[in-house]
Every structure is written in C-alpha cells, then in structure tokens.
C-alpha cells in the first residue's frame, strides 16, 4: 500500500507548541508528515526561513517520519511534487475559519486530488500564534511552555532579554 503523505505548510516565524502538537496529531492519521516552510520575504519573518528550518528541525528532534523543507509558489503544485494527498492546517477559534475556508475552497479549485484537512490543538495552544511570541519576547515576556526550547533560546538572541 502506498505511504499517506500530508503536507503542513506555514510561515513558522517562529514554530511554537500549538504547530508542535498539529504536527504530532497528524502523525497519527499520516504515515508521513512534510513541514512546508513559505520563503514569502514580502512578510518579513523575525528569522530567514534556514533558520526556521533549523528551530523547526532541532523543536523535533527525535521525532520519526517528519521531514521539514522550504517552499515557494503554488502550495498545490508543491503538495504533489512530493507526493502529498492532504494539507494539514491548523484551527484555534472562529477567528480562523473564514480565511482557512477560503484557502481550502481554492486549493479544492486548483487541485481535485489534495484534501485539506483541520486540526485543533489542545486548548492551553489554542490562543497562541507566532506573532504574539514575537510581541511578548519583544517586551521581555517569558514564552516558556509556548514554544520548544531551541525557539526560546533563538527568541533570547534575538532580543537580548527574554
Ligand atoms: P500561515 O502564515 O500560513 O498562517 P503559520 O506559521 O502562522 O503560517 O501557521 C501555520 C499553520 O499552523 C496554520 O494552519 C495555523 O492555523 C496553524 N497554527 C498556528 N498556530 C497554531 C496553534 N497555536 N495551534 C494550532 N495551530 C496553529
């Protein structure tokens, strides 16, 4: 039987737990797991996206059947260049729905093939987003438990006072 191959793709500037725990829940139902990192310079990330790979790689360290690469252009098109049958996506509240339907809509649109598939994280993750790590790292805030160690370290680096 052929390998089921789900793709989760993100900015991950940076990865955080709420990403940690999507990822773990696919493993799951997947036997293989891509984290597809979006090189978009026009969002101007906190880290370039080899760093993220790195923190996403080093956050996952010991992990089985994960492979994190970059990728540019249609997300679609890159789903089946590796072989991929599902996108995985993240929910944590309403908030999330309208703009995650939409994308799923025009991915259905553009590919028949590739299913979109919603996770939610468990809830102590469900009001966390990389850019609310950034903001509180930023002020000096402590992110521990928020993110994987290697993240913290990064953040501390980065700001000189988390
Ligand atoms: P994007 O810019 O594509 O939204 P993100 O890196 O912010 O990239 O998020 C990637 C995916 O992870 C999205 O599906 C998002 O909904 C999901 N996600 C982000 N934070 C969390 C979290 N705390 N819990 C669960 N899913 C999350």
Redesign the pocket.
């Known amino acids: 039987m052929s390998e089921r191959i789900a793709i989760c793709?993100?900015?991950?500037?940076p990865i955080?737990n709420?990403?940690v725990?999507?990822i773990q829940r696919s493993l799951r139902i997947f036997d293989r797991v891509v984290v597809a990192v979006?090189v978009n310079p026009q969002k101007r990330p906190l880290f370039e996206s080899q760093r993220r790979i790195e923190l996403i790689r080093a956050s996952l360290q010991g992990v089985e059947r994960v492979e994190v690469e970059s990728f540019q252009g249609l997300l679609v098109d890159y789903v089946k260049e590796r072989g991929g049958s599902a996108i995985i996506?993240?929910?944590?509240a309403v908030s999330?729905f309208e703009y995650?339907l939409q994308m799923a809509l025009m991915n259905r649109r553009l590919s028949q093939e590739v299913e979109t598939v919603f996770m939610m994280?468990s809830e102590e993750?469900?009001f966390?987003?990389?850019t609310m790590i950034k903001e509180i790292a930023s002020f000096g805030g402590s992110v521990r438990g928020l993110v994987p160690e290697p993240v913290e370290r990064a953040l501390r680096e980065v700001f000189h006072n988390v």
């Open positions: 793709p993100g900015t991950f500037d955080t709420g990403h725990d999507i979006l996506r993240g929910l944590r999330d995650e994280p993750y469900s966390l987003s990389s």
